[in-house]
């Protein structure tokens, strides 16, 4: 079953992290679990002071190539009354700097509290333009995720 779209966008909204899928320039997938942050269509990502290989992100490039992506956000439950995902399909850019990306850092600063604790200087962001939601729930009505 369908979650209404405002539920599905709620669920996409509240989740902690989503998987991102890009395209690969050679046509292969590419999935990356992300945090994000969403306002009205529009999620932001950014690239972030963790450790990994630098702030030159595969997703990036993939995007620069090809902007068709898609976030999936899920909740799994051994009660699988309480199973749904929810996905995002839409076009994406990366913004080296100006208000796009400082919107980002702004949201990804209120939504998990680790952003506000780094000092070290953000990369560019993904800035993602939500054209599609899809959605399932085995429940026709179902309960919010546990905690």
Known sequence: MHLTE??????????????????RADGRPHIVPI?????GDTVYSIADPK?????DLIRF???AAIPAVSLLVDHYDEDWNRLWWV???GVARVVDDGPERETAIRLLRTKYR???EWSTPFG???VMTI??????SLAPTPAAPRG
Not at 9 to 16: K, P, W
Not at 35 to 39: G, L, N, P
């Open 6 to 23: 405002e539920l599905a966008r709620q669920r996409l909204a509240a989740a902690r992290i989503g998987r991102l899928a890009t395209v």
């Open 35 to 39: 945090v994000f942050a969403v306002e």
């Open 51 to 55: 450790p990994k290989r630098g702030l």
């Open 61 to 63: 490039r993939n995007i």
């Open 87 to 89: 996905r995002a399909d």
């Open 114 to 116: 680790q952003y506000g």
């Open 124 to 126: 560019a962001a993904m």
């Open 131 to 136: 054209e599609r939601i899809s959605s399932w």
